[in-house]
């Protein structure tokens, strides 16, 4: 495990095993910070940008692809090298899993066909993939960054999060990035159901119910459900209480507000009524949470 600080930050690398590590960078400085590592064709690289933004440069400042906050980059070429060649930017926090991909194999053995670019026929393709960081990965993330443990069992912690977020990362609906499908039904049904999804958003303490927001939107409340359903990949529900949660964590990361505060930013007018959703979705509660995290 190799830990240094730059200035205004840190760059810590932690071995999982052979072929296999991960590199947390941190840069609370007000500049830009640039990050490079040699990594060469025979691994595969996650990037997860917790915190502000980066870039990514390839070809000597030819091409680059920018991250945002709460946003990945999933990058895998057998041609050409890949050496990390990052530019951080300010208060920007980035997690980085780099592996071999033999064993990337090994861990999806029986289940390849399932993986996109582990079929025979992108064996000797580039694959990258920018994606959300869904809410589970982003308190996996979370721990990975903070987390107070004696140095003897630090590995072990991080190898079986990593486990966790690579397991999560490819637990995909087949059809969650339908909103970026040019296919999927016409347009005009794509624009009014991305519409039901900011207007849930936008009132999420007090939301409209279906019958009402397909009103609003226009659409019957059955082409809502289908429609959103195939666009989210979940339902209208499911996926706002997950926007609930999410949005409810990172307001107590903020320290700014206590649960009570909390609770009702995201509807929910009694304390206990918040605590209990809290640990159904993230399985402790809010102030327990909130101790992991100062523990860090």
Not at 232 to 244: E, I, N, R
Request: with cysteine; aromatic share 12%; net charge negative.
């Amino acid at each position: 495990m190799e830990e240094k600080n730059i200035a205004g930050g840190s760059f810590e690398e932690i071995f999982v095993e052979d072929g296999f590590y991960v590199l947390k960078i941190q840069n609370d400085s007000v500049e830009n910070q640039v990050i490079t590592r040699e990594i060469d064709s025979t691994h595969i690289q996650f990037h997860f940008c917790l915190k502000g933004g980066a870039k990514f440069i390839f070809n000597e400042g030819r091409y680059a692809l920018e991250v945002a906050e709460d946003n990945s980059l999933l990058l895998y070429n057998t041609q050409v090298d890949l050496p990390l060649n990052m530019e951080l930017s300010p208060h920007s926090w980035m997690v980085s899993v780099v592996m071999t991909i033999r064993k990337f194999h090994s861990l999806f053995s029986k289940e390849a066909d399932y993986i996109p670019f582990l079929s025979a026929e992108n064996k000797d393709k580039k694959y990258y993939s920018q994606d959300p960081v869904s809410p589970a990965i982003a308190v996996v993330l979370s721990q990975v960054m903070n987390y107070n443990l004696h140095r003897s069992i630090k590995e072990l912690y991080i190898k079986g999060k990593v486990y966790e977020l690579i397991s999560l990362y490819f637990n995909k609906t087949g059809d969650t990035d339908m909103e970026q499908c040019p296919f999927l039904v016409d347009e005009d049904n794509v624009r009014r159901i991305r519409k039901a999804k900011e207007i849930i958003i936008s009132r999420m303490a007090e939301p409209p119910t279906l019958v009402e927001l397909s009103e609003e939107i226009g659409l019957s409340l059955k082409r809502l459900k289908d429609g959103f359903k195939q666009i989210y990949g979940d339902t209208v529900f499911s996926f706002l209480f997950d926007y609930k949660m999410e949005y409810a964590r990172k307001m107590l990361e903020t320290g700014k507000y206590n649960v009570n505060e909390v609770g009702l930013k995201v509807g929910y007018s009694t304390a206990s009524h918040f605590i209990s959703a809290f640990k159904k979705k993230y399985g402790t509660t809010p102030k327990k949470y909130l101790m992991s995290m100062s523990n860090g």
